[in-house]
Structures are given as structure tokens and as C-alpha cells.
């Protein structure tokens, strides 16, 4: 069993980019836009959006949000976790 102290530095920061890469590709696939995307999963601005596709500030989805944009594009949330 792994400890959590040998985790690389950059591994979760790595892993946070590949979700949002698959959520934005994703997102274009099926023609929505950051603004709409966040007003269906029940926000009023894009900046939850935006900044989490761009990792802007740390800024990164978190588990509720994954699961309502999943919903609503109509994809298994594994979807967003495929390298």
C-alpha cells in the first residue's frame, strides 16, 4: 500500500487539468456554451465555468459539479476522468 506522501507534487494538479480538458471537450461536443453549462447546473455566472476549465486561481470542480454536468450533458462521470 502507497502512502500519501509519495505522491508526485504535481499529481492531483495534473489530474484536475485532465478532468476539466474532458469536461470542456465534452461541453463542445454537445454545443453548449460555459454560460449555459452554468445556468443548467444551477449557477448565475460563467465563472464557475470558466475558471475551473482553465484551473484560474487553483479553481477546480469539485464532486456536486461533476455529477450536474455529467447530468446534463448526458455522459457517465467517468467520462471526465479518461486520460
Not at 506522501?5 to 484536475?16: Q, S
Not at 469536461?23 to 456554451?33: A, E, F, L, Q
Not at 486561481?57 to 455522459?75: G, S, T
Request: charged letters at 30%.
Amino acid at each position: 500500500m502507497k502512502d500519501f506522501t509519495e505522491i508526485p507534487e504535481d499529481y492531483i494538479k495534473n489530474n484536475y487539468k485532465m478532468i476539466a480538458s474532458n469536461v470542456k471537450r465534452i461541453r463542445k461536443d454537445k454545443k453548449i456554451s460555459q454560460l449555459e453549462l452554468s445556468h443548467r447546473i444551477g449557477h448565475k455566472s460563467v465563472s464557475i465555468i470558466s475558471c475551473a476549465e482553465i484551473n484560474h486561481k487553483n479553481h477546480h470542480f469539485n464532486i456536486e459539479h461533476l455529477l450536474r454536468i455529467a447530468y446534463i450533458l448526458d455522459v457517465d462521470i467517468c467520462e471526465f476522468f479518461k486520460i
